[in-house]
């Protein structure tokens, strides 16, 4: 743009660009301003660019390999308290995820949880709020079919410790205010449903690592 500016301001003096010239000259800074606009629509589409994903985690066992997305956050009552849930997916679309990460936690007031470390359980008990633990739940969709009990999909959950996996997660929150929550997590999980006959795989335990993120709270 700013060369563009320098050629206008030489066509003001005498010998320099004719009007012919000084023409093509205002229709290339019109279509540099138009690209940089383009440019800009882009990136507010949710463009994830390398290393400044709002989330991102490794993966190894039945799924593999780095992820990077959004994240954000959802409240909603039940019938046994407050819901608090942290969503992490490649996008916030439903018809467009091809993964996603639930961390869902209960308790009786409703407020945010505060920072600290948290166990991935299998279960919340709302009586004992965010001391309870969050469960978690990652979603691998096989074929998308535009909502949750319509895809393809296979779930892996925290399975009851009664059961003697010996499988372990943690989220650590780091810092929450009305705009964001940020935090890491680390999970170990195992296969459970699978939704709509997806096909089941070998490996059963998913292992999830370097998990962070920021998450958009409601209403931000």
Known sequence: MRAAGKWLRRAAHPGALSPASAGRA????????????????????????????????????????????????????????H???????????????????????????GDP???????????????LGYAGGFTARFTDIVENRGSRYAHMA??????????GHGLEG?????QVDSRELTGRFELEL???ASINEAPRREEKVLRVGDGRFTAVMPGS
Not at 154 to 163: H, I, S
């Open 170 to 174: 943690r989220l650590v929150i780091e």
């Open 154 to 163: 296979l779930e892996y959950d925290m399975p009851e410790e009664w059961k």
């Open 113 to 127: 949880p505060p920072p600290g470390e948290y166990a991935i359980v299998s279960e919340t008990d709302p009586s």
């Open 190 to 192: 195992m296969e459970g």
């Open 26 to 81: 205002i229709l290339l800074a019109a279509l540099v301003s138009c690209q940089a606009c383009t440019a800009v629509d882009a990136a507010g589409d949710g463009d994830i660019a390398p290393g400044d994903a709002p989330a991102q985690f490794t993966a190894a066992g039945p799924v593999e390999g780095e992820r990077r997305g959004v994240a954000w956050v959802t409240q909603d009552t039940s019938s046994r308290g």
């Open 83 to 109: 819901l608090f849930i942290i969503h992490v997916a490649n996008s916030r679309v439903e018809s467009e995820q091809a993964w996603g990460l639930r961390l869902m936690a209960m308790s009786q007031t």
